[in-house]
């Protein structure tokens, strides 16, 4: 009995032989185009297909998580800033806090672009706190600058970064590991 032998090709790439399949839809499947999950290999189609299933959210999700990020990050950063150096020590909690809050504004729906969402928002209420900042420097600038002065202009800037830069971060991983 003579057998055949045939090779099998990849479904995305017609050129390249492969013996690999996905082991849910059975198409054959290329090393590049194989992806590795806990149940074996699959196809990029399969995978994007059991991911599409985890998001829920809708697009005004995205949108209230970037509007609670700006201002929760914003006032965060602005009562952080009374506290100066200890400020650093309770700007994760309030980061913490912050994913807590966007989860239940967004009814804890998923997504993988509302972390983004709620940290690009984060990072315009930074940028806010900073350009205050910046317009308290400027209207000063009449005045003789004291040494005092000059170093507490400099930090209506670096606190608000130093402090809405962990805030963010915080807000940003937390929200990504839910």
């Not at 599409?52 to 809708?58: C, D, H, N, S």
């Not at 967004?106 to 993988?112: A, I, K, P, T, W």
């Not at 600038?141 to 962990?166: D, E, F, K, R």
Request: hydrophobic share 50%; glycine share 10%.
């Amino acid at each position: 009995m003579i057998v055949a032998e045939y090779a099998l090709t990849c479904y995305n790439h017609p050129e390249l032989e492969t013996s690999l399949r996905c082991n849910k839809c059975e198409r054959p499947i290329c090393p590049r185009c194989a992806m590795q999950t806990p149940v074996g290999y699959r196809c990029v189609d399969c995978v994007r297909g059991q991911q599409a299933v985890f998001e829920t959210a809708q697009t005004l999700d995205l949108a209230l998580a970037a509007g609670v990020g700006a201002l929760g990050v914003g006032v965060a950063t602005y009562l952080l800033g009374f506290l100066g150096i200890w400020g650093l020590l309770l700007a994760p909690v309030l980061g913490a806090m912050l994913a807590g809050i966007i989860r239940v504004v967004v009814r804890r729906r998923r997504s993988r672009n509302l972390p983004r969402a709620a940290g690009l928002g984060g990072i315009v209420g930074i940028v806010v706190n900073v350009g205050l900042g910046f317009l308290e420097i400027l209207s000063t600038l009449s005045q003789p600058l004291y040494p005092a002065l000059a170093m507490h202009l400099v930090l209506l800037i670096i606190w608000p970064l130093a402090h809405g830069t962990l805030v963010v971060v915080i807000l940003y991983l937390r929200l990504r590991d839910n």
